[in-house]
């Protein structure tokens, strides 16, 4: 099928190759000249692991193409995918400006039935929206020309956006009509996952609820962890033992510092507000945002606790994106946790395989090691931030003899205690110190 992707951020890029790995002839599109001329010469501008290669295989199959023109790249296509940013209002609302262009865009070209897609995370409504601005436009050109607008949230992990796309647990699809129905199911036959169909109402929520109670389940265990810390109790141990439980399940159980990145807090923001504007007021998001917030604080308050002041001592945190395996810095909770430490006084050093220089261009004040054995060089304390392999994996022996104290404080528990303790650590870990 011949497919246009309108977005080349980070879910138009996934969905784009994604689409383009199954068999069909895609366009990706964006307004950004620079971005287009990279992805034709086969340059990917996110860190995303193995994207890279898939893009330049399908390039040069001639599978894929991208434009800035959007017109050339309507001619002839089936579906269009609007996976445009969606940047987050400062009431909590995400700010629909470039999907209402890119609405009306299609509406000024289009001449012949399409399926359109909202791929981008969107309020409830947004389909039936974007069906109005585009029967404006095609009523400002005096033409009746037949469409859908579909909703087919995107539910990839940075980091993990290949085998997500290849082996997803589910393809949500919310369509209007029986004939956008059967274009969603033909363009996605190639993938062996559930479908389910809905309403694109119900599929916008479905996104949201999703993500909200994927933020919740990270913040009840998150504050289970503040509890088993104050009762001698592992919740490492706990975790496990609730995960068991097939209708808990053992995923998203993992304490922390917090959850960040573009998207959980983004999105309980917004459902947060979809409920405020129908009079609801969502106390189960409002608790979790807070928990949240707070677990940063919290963590501080623990380190300051076992170090006593912090003010000139060294730290080193390890890890800086919001999580492994992308460069990703939005509301990573590093970003919170240097500027909590720089306002305590410590001199800090830091150190990520791949978000390092973006975290020196916020804090051009903090040290950055080449490699995490220079940036412990001297350091009172290490603070794991994000558990990225490369650091789990680290000589810790190597470590302790380069450090000048011995303070590990894991922020995702993500190390082995026990070994840690043993080669001299005093290993503090999150809600897990008897
Ligand atoms: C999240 C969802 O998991 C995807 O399904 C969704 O498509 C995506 O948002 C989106 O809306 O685009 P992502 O933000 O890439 O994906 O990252 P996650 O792996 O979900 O992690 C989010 C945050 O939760 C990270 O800061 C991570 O460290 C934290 N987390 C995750 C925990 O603190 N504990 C856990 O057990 C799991």
């Given at each position: 099928m011949k497919i246009t992707v309108i977005g080349t951020g980070y879910v138009g890029i996934t969905t784009a190759t994604s689409l383009g790995e199954i068999g069909h002839q895609i366009m990706g599109v964006d307004i950004d000249e620079l971005k287009i001329e990279q992805l034709n010469n086969g340059v990917l501008p996110i860190y995303e692991p193995g994207v890279e290669p898939v893009i330049q295989n399908l390039l040069k199959q001639g599978k894929l193409h991208f434009t800035t023109s959007l017109k050339e790249a309507m001619e002839g296509t089936e579906i269009i995918f609007i996976a445009v940013g969606t940047p987050q209002l400062s009431d909590g609302r995400p700010d629909l400006k470039y999907v209402e262009e890119v609405a009306r865009e299609i509406g000024r070209h289009m001449t012949e039935y399409i399926v359109i897609v909202d791929k981008s995370t969107v309020p409830v409504g947004t389909a039936e929206y974007v069906q109005s601005i585009i029967k404006e436009q095609l009523k400002l050109r005096g033409l009746s020309v037949a469409f859908d607008v579909v909703s087919n949230p995107e539910f990839l992990q940075e980091g993990k956006a290949l085998q997500n796309s290849r082996k997803p647990d589910r393809i949500v699809l919310g369509c209007s009509s029986q004939v956008a129905e059967d274009v969603m199911l033909k363009l996605y036959e190639n993938i062996d996952a559930l479908k389910h169909l809905t309403s694109p109402r119900n599929a916008e929520m479905i996104k949201y609820a999703s993500n909200s109670f994927l933020a919740t389940k990270i913040t009840f265990i998150n504050e289970m962890a503040r509890l088993c810390d104050l009762l001698a109790v592992d919740v490492v141990e706990v975790a496990k033992g609730m995960g068991m439980d097939k209708r808990i399940g053992p995923y998203f159980l993992q304490a922390g510092i917090g959850y960040g990145g573009s998207c959980f807090p983004k999105d309980v923001s917004a459902l947060a507000m979809m409920g405020r504007e129908v009079n609801m007021e969502m106390t189960i998001l409002k608790s979790i945002q807070e928990i949240n917030q707070k677990q940063t604080d919290w963590f501080l308050e623990r380190v300051k606790e076992c170090?006593?002041?912090?003010?000139g001592k060294r730290i080193t945190l390890l890890g800086l994106s919001f999580k492994p395996d992308t460069d990703d810095i939005r509301e990573a909770p590093s970003l919170k946790l240097i500027q909590k430490l720089l306002a305590e006084g410590a001199f800090i050093t830091g150190f990520d395989p791949v978000a390092s220089n973006k975290i020196k261009n916020i804090f051009p004040n903090i040290k950055i090691g080449e490699d995490a054995y220079s940036a412990v060089k001297d350091a009172e304390a290490v603070v794991i931030c994000t558990e990225w392999k490369e650091i789990i994996d680290l000589d810790w022996r190597t470590i302790k003899s380069l450090m000048h104290g011995d303070f590990i404080f894991d922020g995702r528990n993500a190390l082995d205690r026990e070994m840690l303790q043993l080669e001299g650590f005093q290993y503090w870990g999150v809600g897990r110190n008897l």
């Open positions: 170090m006593g002041a912090l003010d």
